[in-house]
């Protein structure tokens, strides 16, 4: 097999690998024992000082592995281990994008998409910020999204479950 082939299939399936971290993380360990540093992202906007969050520590603790495994891969002869932190690097942008950018609005860079799949991640997320507390959530992960939320909503349904992202 190729390099270039066998890297690529590494960084996808790190990529690939991080949707279930993701949820693992944030049902097990921020609804669970780190909620101290989640809570103030289930607050409406107006209850939150500032434009960070605590909740935005968890950045930095993705971060840590993917350059773990940059340093790794560039100083061993364990190369393939720096595209696992490509992977934790892209799956760690491609959150950002949807997750700050497109479903909270914290930066304004891109207008709100209207496909089914955009839509089915809003409401999804909409659906686990209805809960303000830690318990009783749903919808944990990010891009893997429960197939009841694909389903057709009157407007005023769909903009109350969405509008949970931005209050």
């Given at each position: ?5 066998l ?11 991080m ?9 097990f360990v921020m609804?669970?024992?780190l909620?101290k ?7 409406p906007?107006h209850e939150?000082?500032g434009?960070f ?10 971060a840590?592995p993917?350059?773990i ?15 696992v932190?490509?992977?934790?690097s892209l799956y760690?942008l491609t959150?950002f994008l949807i ?26 997320h909409g659906?686990?910020?209805a809960?303000?507390?830690k ?5 944990f ?9 694909f ?6 349904e769909d903009?109350?479950?969405?509008k949970n992202?931005?209050?």
């Amino acid at each position: 097999m190729p390099n270039w082939l066998l890297y690529t299939l590494i960084t996808l399936a790190a990529y690939v690998g991080m949707e279930f971290m993701a949820w693992f993380t944030h049902k097990f360990v921020m609804h669970g024992f780190l909620w101290k540093w989640h809570e103030d992202h289930h607050l409406p906007k107006h209850e939150k000082e500032g434009f960070f969050e605590k909740n935005d520590r968890f950045f930095l603790v993705f971060a840590i592995p993917s350059m773990i495994c940059y340093i790794t891969g560039s100083l061993t002869v364990h190369f393939w281990v720096l595209f696992v932190g490509v992977g934790i690097s892209l799956y760690g942008l491609t959150y950002f994008l949807i997750h700050d950018v497109y479903i909270h609005r914290r930066f304004s860079w891109f207008k709100q998409l209207d496909g089914s799949y955009s839509r089915a991640i809003l409401r999804a997320h909409g659906a686990h910020h209805a809960k303000r507390t830690k318990e009783e959530g749903e919808s944990f992960g990010l891009l893997v999204v429960d197939p009841k939320f694909f389903k057709k909503r009157s407007r005023k349904e769909d903009d109350a479950l969405i509008k949970n992202n931005v209050d």
